[in-house]
C-alpha cells in the first residue's frame, strides 16, 4: 500500500537490519526495541490487522514467530518471550500494517508491555552482532 512504511520496510525499500526474510514475510529488529533481539515479523503483502488478512498469512506469520522465538532463546538464553499482535489504535497498534513483535524476555527485566514501556538503548555494534546471530539461528530452523 502507498505511504505504508512497514510495507517499505518488508519489501526491502527502506533498509533494515533483516533477521530473516522468504517470499512473503521479512523479519526485522525493531528501530525502538522493548528488549534486546526484539524482531517485528512483518508480511510483505498489506493487510491493516488481523481482519483484513486471509488465516494462512496470519497462520504463515505465527508460525514464523515462534521460529524466531526459538532463536531467540537459543542466541539470547533468554527466560522467556512475548509474542504480541495488536488490532487497532485501541489495542495498541501504531502502524496500520498487520505484524507480529516477538520480545525476548528476562526474570526482572522491567519491560512493561503497555506501549512496551521504556525502549532500550543499543549502540550499532551491539545490534549487528546479534542480527547476525539471530540471522543465523531463525535460517536454521527452516
Not at 43 to 51: A, D, L, R, V, Y
Not at 84 to 108: C, D, F, W
Not at 125 to 136: A, I, P, R
Amino acid at each position: 500500500m502507498e505511504g505504508c512504511i512497514f510495507c517499505a520496510l518488508a519489501n526491502g525499500e527502506i533498509p533494515t537490519n533483516t533477521v530473516y526474510e522468504d517470499e512473503e514475510f521479512r523479519v526485522i529488529l525493531d528501530a525502538n526495541p522493548a528488549n534486546i533481539g526484539h524482531s517485528l515479523v512483518l508480511p510483505k503483502k498489506h493487510g491493516e490487522n488481523i481482519f483484513e488478512l486471509d488465516a494462512q498469512t496470519v497462520g504463515k506469520a505465527h508460525a514464523l514467530a515462534k521460529k524466531v522465538a526459538e532463536a531467540q532463546k537459543k542466541v539470547l538464553n533468554c527466560d522467556g518471550v512475548n509474542i504480541l499482535q495488536n488490532n487497532g489504535e485501541a489495542s495498541g497498534q501504531t502502524v496500520m500494517h498487520y505484524h507480529v513483535h516477538v520480545i525476548p524476555r528476562y526474570k526482572g527485566d522491567k519491560v512493561g508491555l503497555g506501549a512496551f514501556g521504556q525502549c532500550v538503548e543499543l549502540d550499532k555494534e551491539e545490534t549487528q552482532k546479534y542480527l547476525e546471530k539471530l540471522s543465523k539461528a531463525v535460517s536454521e530452523n527452516e
